[in-house]
């Protein structure tokens, strides 16, 4: 089975940075993608950041220049580098990713349990 395991959650002032990891393990074959969603309370899970294996990346616009992922291929290992946070960014954050396992014939959607980033003064 696959496990999605993140870590780098916290609580920091306006204007401070954090940096989330996120971990793909077992009997995976290839990895298309990964990224990063975040939910706030009373709101819809959305998209922050994504990267495909090719390293082509999308972010939300709310975290343009604020926010960089990247990816370690051989890890299996996606980080997102928040940096200017704000009270908004405020959220539980979950990894995702596109993975293949061993012997299987299509891909499927793994989520992480969610960190919590809490943006506060």
């Known amino acids: 089975q696959v496990q999605l395991v993140e870590s780098g959650g916290g609580l920091v002032q306006p204007g401070g940075s954090l940096r989330l990891s996120c971990a793909a393990s077992?009997?995976?074959?290839?990895?298309?993608?990964m990224g990063w969603y975040r939910q706030a309370p009373g709101k819809q899970r959305e998209l922050v950041a994504a990267?495909?294996?090719?390293?082509?990346?999308n972010y939300a616009d709310s975290v343009k220049g604020r926010f960089t992922i990247s990816r370690d291929g051989f890890k299996n290992t996606v980080y997102l580098q928040m940096n200017s946070l704000k009270p908004e960014d405020t959220a539980v954050y979950y990894c995702n990713a596109v993975i293949r396992r061993v012997g299987a014939m299509t891909d499927k959607v793994y989520w992480g349990q969610g960190t919590q980033v809490t943006v506060s003064s």
């Open positions: 990267i495909t294996s090719g390293g082509s990346t």
């Open positions: 077992g009997n995976i074959f290839t990895s298309a993608a």
